[in-house]
């Protein structure tokens, strides 16, 4: 018998785009697919875990033996992760959180006015989920295990770098370009410490299953 990697471990997993609001009809969101999270959530389950995703918007079926929780907005995402965060593990932050919300979302719809004046918006900026969880005690202390990850348009290897320790996390996982929102595969570059170390191109799972062995060998 091969006990499973992350047998006996809880693992919470953000995934999808966030959706902010401007009227009940409306808000401003991301090209965020969600498959790399649904993936890694999968994967984490395939090695014994307890798996929470919570998702944004998408639509993508929940993997078997997953624990899903929906959301819509960044301050949404956050309230259902923080306390889960306080039974995980690990937390894998795959989401593309909206950097910023409408500053006042309108309870009715905003109606043209007839006159070609423009509606007017100011925003706010949202919560740092990641850097929220890293920066808890269960994390600081070690009990939990936090990975973020990095979209970047170039410099990769550097912004990797930098965000793993502005964001306090031990592994950033960089999304090797171009853009690959909504691709089936995808190529990442893992960063500690320590060490840097491309994965070459593959599907999203086989990907998950890469990273979830990784760091399933550094707790
Ligand atoms: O700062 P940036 O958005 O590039 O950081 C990306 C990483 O931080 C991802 O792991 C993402 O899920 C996480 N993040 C978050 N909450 C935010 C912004 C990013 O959890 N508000």
Do not use: Y
């Not at 999270?37 to 033996?65: H, K, M, Y």
């Not at 989401?95 to 309108?106: E, H, I, L, N, T």
């Amino acid at each position: 018998f091969q006990p499973k990697s992350l047998a006996g471990k809880n693992i919470l997993v953000t995934a999808g785009p966030t959706f902010e609001a401007i009227d009940p009809v409306r808000g401003i969101t991301n090209l965020s697919s969600g498959k790399m999270g649904f993936a890694i959530a999968r994967a984490a389950r395939e090695a014994g875990g307890n798996v929470t995703l919570v998702a944004g918007p998408v639509s993508l079926p929940t993997p078997r033996g997953v624990t899903r929780i929906n959301v819509q907005s960044a301050q949404q995402m956050l309230e259902a992760t923080v306390p889960q965060a306080q039974l995980a593990d690990i937390f894998i932050a795959t989401a593309a959180v909206a950097d910023w919300r409408p500053a006042q979302a309108s309870d009715q719809k905003i109606k043209k006015d007839g006159s070609g004046n423009t509606p007017q918006m100011s925003f706010t900026e949202n919560p740092d989920i990641l850097a929220t969880v890293a920066g808890s005690e269960r994390a600081t202390s070690g009990a939990l295990f936090c990975v973020g990850f990095a979209a970047e348009s170039h410099d990769l290897l550097a912004h990797a770098q930098a965000k793993r320790i502005r964001k306090g996390v031990p592994l950033l996982v960089g999304n090797i370009g171009p853009a690959t929102f909504g691709a089936d595969d995808n190529a990442l570059l893992l960063v500690d410490a320590a060490t840097t170390v491309e994965v070459p191109r593959a599907s999203k799972l086989e990907l998950a299953r890469h990273l979830i062995a990784e760091i399933a060998r550094r707790l």
